[in-house]
């Protein structure tokens, strides 16, 4: 069933339900009235009959008219009797007792009493006079009173399906407009397939439920796009540099093997298809890495980071690899909050991030000092890095965070070329963005910002 018609059943049942109790309610209270309301004329009837019978010596002409006329206004199938302190009937005579001599004895006891039995109500007084002292009881069926509880049942049972009917169809139409952007985000959500994971859906302007849920399609929508990325990457990378090596060393064993060949000659050929393997292990140490990194930046462990600690902490790190006075940090600014020094976000996946960065440094300045100067305030975070090397070509900074790519004037500087491709990739997984600003042979500047 559809969240739409399930909404619109749930509504209309519990509005219903509500519905019916009030219209019970009404019911039970209207017959309460109207039986009270009988009762009161067949206790009227009772004092009537004991103004005819017993009180007709005692009262004018007129009055006795009156009260005649009144004993003749009779209820429906109306019972009236009299008995006296044996219990037999007086005035009125019966062939069969009405009533049994219990309940007789029961309205002498309690003096005025009210029931129903048999589908007819009953009232019973004790009335005390000088004749004697009589127990007078009426009864009669309120066929007037139960016809208007009838037809007021009816009118709401008629009222409640009505109602019931209505309220399904508004509910309906309110649940199909409260959920209508729903229904395109699922049109945008079925266009998406592996060959188009770079379309996003349509995240609105509001920040109800749909909007988040939007929200948290396109970031997994994000993640599949760059794990499927890496994976490509990978692949393309792999491919390409075993490539190369294998290829250098099979060509020199084809020369090789072309002819004899001397003592030093084979000698020659052996150190350099060793040089070539050293080179293929050495890619694919880095090849694994690679993939090892991918792997966990499309599946990280986020928890708050404190990042002045990070930052002390690989303090003590490169102050112990590189010595006293190689690794300069500089505290611009810091919130009174603590809690804004705090990330979301892997911290060994960071402190790759940030130590690619600072190797970098130092690979590329020959081991001169490094600056770091942090800066943190209630809006953002920024970690600048600057050392005093050999700087980066102003048409290669786009493309130094390419993977594998490696710049013209590095040449004599060990490197894979995937350093600043997976700082770039982490960096981006915690939503933080990094630049760079460069003077080549003066100083390369590399600030890493996380905005809250």
Known sequence: MKIRNRLSLYFTAISATVLLIVEVAICITFNSLVKSDFYDHLMVR????????????????????????????????????????KNQAAFINEKKQ?????????????????????????????????????????SAIDVEGNKRTTDLIESMAILLIS???????????????ALQPMDKVIDQMRKVSAGNLSLRVDEGKGKD?????????????EHLENAFELQQTFVINASHELRTPITTIIGEIEIALNKLRSHDEYEQVLQSVLT??????????????????????TQPALKPVAMD??????NDYWLAKKGKGMFNINILNLPEDHEKLQLTANKSLLAIALNNIIGNAYKFSRNKPVQCDFYADEKEMMITITDTGIGILPDEIAKIFKS????????????????????????????????????????TVVTVQFKR
Request: aromatic content about 14%; overall charge neutral; proline content about 2%.
């Open 98 to 138: 009405f009533w049994a001599p219990s309940l007789i004895n029961e309205v002498r006891k309690r003096k005025q009493i009210e029931f129903a039995e048999r589908g007819r109500q009953n009232a019973g007084i004790y009335y005390y006079d000088n004749q004697g002292n009589f127990v007078i009881l009426v």
């Open 404 to 443: 594998f790519y490696r710049g013209k004037n590095v040449d004599g500087y060990n490197g894979s070329g995937i350093g600043l491709y997976v700082t770039y990739k982490i960096i981006s997984l915690f939503n933080g963005a990094i630049s760079v600003n460069s003077i080549p042979d003066k100083h």
């Open 163 to 177: 109602v019931t009917a209505g309220l399904f169809l508004i509910s309906r139409w309110f649940a199909q407009k």
């Open 46 to 85: 009772a004092y009537i009959a004991a103004q005819r019978y017993l009180e007709a010596d005692e009262i004018s002409a007129d009055s006795l008219i009156h009260v005649k006329v009144r004993y003749l206004q009779a209820l429906p199938n109306e019972v009236i009797r009299f008995y006296n302190d």
């Open 276 to 297: 070539d393997a050293e080179r293929l292990n050495g890619t694919i140490t880095v090849l694994l890495e690679l993939a090892n990194v991918d792997m966990n930046y």
């Open 209 to 221: 439920e749909i909007s988040a849920l939007a929200h948290n399609f396109n970031k997994l929508l």
């Open 309 to 314: 600690e990070l930052i002390w902490e690989l």
